[in-house]
């Protein structure tokens, strides 16, 4: 073997490459600008990837076929099996997309011709709106310029015909006749309840025995408003604590006094129930928390304290057995329920030492019976007769108490705070309220004044005056209000009596006049503070007269129309007569016949712009009409075929629920 060291190798002509055509065998490496001819011999060539000509990996294949980085150009291609696109496929001219699973399109679909044919299924566009075979189910609000169609299953469209568009001045029903105020407003026509003088209810009296001489002297009566029964207690038979149980008919709306249930029923016949006949010897009242009447009296053998519980069932009052409160002789009792506490309250006057003095007591469901506090002392001061409770502020257990002070007869205080956890109470201290000979005091918080009303006789010139009475600052006890205010100036005595109406926001007091027949005299407190300022003097169309110089009773409240009820001893007759008076009017807001209007569209609060249906168009929110019958505005706002005055015609009836709306004077 020989070898050739050579520089270059030429042809023989010496211009380009010499042949090789039994081939070359070369032991080391070929080093050339290109190559060219087959490679099919050649080994350690990578064949599973492409580059471009700067070296970069464009086509890389892999177990599961190739990778290709950057843009693949071709004119055709052909897949079968999946495509998956992690960036934008963007291709125009496509004749179908056929997908077997869900199409998501992120910006939106455009559809520049054609249609989107829905074969099965719905399409929806959140929850809100569903198309499908029925139609276009929309829940919320559809807005267009304009629609086009039968609108006959649509609901709350506006009125048509004759409609007026005004503010409403106050709230504004349907169903409800409408007018039009002098201010450019329109208001719903109602009835409002006002404080009046004192009226008669129908009916407002019923006597209290089956017969005459029942000596009906210093009577209290309770009104019992769960029941919708005044019960009267008294001095009966056999000089016992007994009681007449008297209806309250048309409660809602009348409140007079109805027939008896019982009469003259004794509450207990043996000596523990027998009473003397004096002003102040027993009180009652209603807890309104547990159902309870409480009966207070002081027995003529021991002159203790002694009670008695009565359950209404139905229209039967029966009472348990008498207790004792305390072994402590007293006398003067007067008891009320405060429904903030749940407490009574019982004040008297000490018998050997004749101080006023309290006990509070609360109601045990396991004994069916009253728990009583022990006597407790106001003051250190002697009073005589008269001792007065009610109502002093809106703290809660908060009470003034009321006492004419035995060495001089002026009128003293106490103010007192119930507890609301056990039987017990705080006491301000003493204060002097009226420097006078007061007799016969009477007390009535005014919740709407926030003040107390204090009536008296003043012995000295044998007239009746009022004295306003406020708390002191930090509730530190209790003060007059302005100055004293003479009521009447006939010789009223001992028949004098004061109460505060929640319905008129008012306080009432009433007299026997001798110099009128010996017949009930009334006025009404006007103002709130200071001074008190008085209404004129009246009485109600049905007023009792010829009453006996003990006759006129305790009263009591019967709230839902504001009657006052209490119960007199006629003289004439020697009978006891219940009465009920109302302080309360009904007074409509309709004045001017020709101000109906019509009815409104829908309901309206105060300030809003309200749709009136007004003459020659319908109101179908009306039912119990006759068709063909004419209809007529009444002062509460409802139609009726009767005439109100003034007189307004509302219209005609077309249907059972329908009215045609008329003007006002259309049949005069």
Known sequence: MSELLVTSIYNQEGEGAPNFPKGATVTGVITATSFSGSGANLTGIDATALKDGG????????????????????????????????????????????????????????????????????????????IDNSGVNV??????????????????????GNTVSLVADGSIAVGKCIQLRTDGKVEQVVVAVQASQPGSPTGPENWV?????????????????????????????????????????????DGGIGAQSQTFTQIGGNSEYTIDNNRNDWTACYDTTNNKHIVVWSDTTTAYLRFS???????????????????????????????????????????????PNCFIGSYNSGTSTYDWSSMTQLSANAMVDDIRICQAGTTTGQYAVFWRQNSNNYTKSNLITVSSSSNTFTNAGLDGIIDLHAYWIQAAYDANADRINLIYFNNSDSQMYIQRVKRKSGDSGLEVDGSIVNVSTQDVGQNIQ??????????????LAPNQSYSLRWKAITNTTGTVTLGSETAPP?????????????????NPRGNIIYTVDRSSVNRGQMFSVKTTAEVSNRTVANHYLGFADQAYTDGQTATIKTYGNNSSDLSGLTIGSKYYVQNDGTVATSTASPSALAGLAISATKLLIMEPKADV
């Open 309 to 355: 519980v009565g359950t209404m069932s139905g229209t039967t009052l029966s009472f348990s057995t008498q207790s004792l409160i305390q072994s402590t002789p007293a006398t003067k009792p007067q008891i009320v329920f405060d429904s903030a506490t749940g407490r009574v309250i019982l004040v008297c006057r000490r018998s050997d030492n004749w101080y």
């Open 498 to 511: 004061i109460i505060y109406s929640p319905s008129a926001l008012r306080c009432y007091t009433w007299w």
């Open 139 to 160: 829940t919320g609000v559809i807005t267009a310029t304009s629609f086009d169609g039968n609108g006959a299953n649509l609901t709350n469209l506006p009125p048509g």
């Open 209 to 253: 025995s089956s017969g005459n001489n029942d000596n009906l002297g210093w009577s209290v009566t309770v009104v019992d408003p769960d029941a919708d029964r005044a019960i009267v207690y008294f001095q009966g038979t056999s000089d016992k604590i007994s009681f007449t149980n008297m209806a309250i008919y048309e409660p809602a709306t």
């Open 55 to 130: 070296g970069s990996v464009k086509i890389q294949a892999n177990s599961d076929g190739a990778t290709v980085t950057g843009v693949l150009t071709a004119t055709t291609g052909s897949f079968t099996g999946n495509v998956s696109v992690g960036g934008t496929l963007t291709y125009e001219d496509v004749t179908n997309i056929d997908a077997v699973g869900l199409i998501t399109a992120r910006s939106g679909i455009n559809v520049t011709s054609g249609d989107i044919d829905i074969s099965s299924g719905n399409i929806k566009v959140g929850t809100a709106t569903t």
């Open 542 to 558: 049905t007023n009792p007269t010829v009453i006996n110089s003990r006759g006129l009773g305790f009263p009591d409240m019967y």
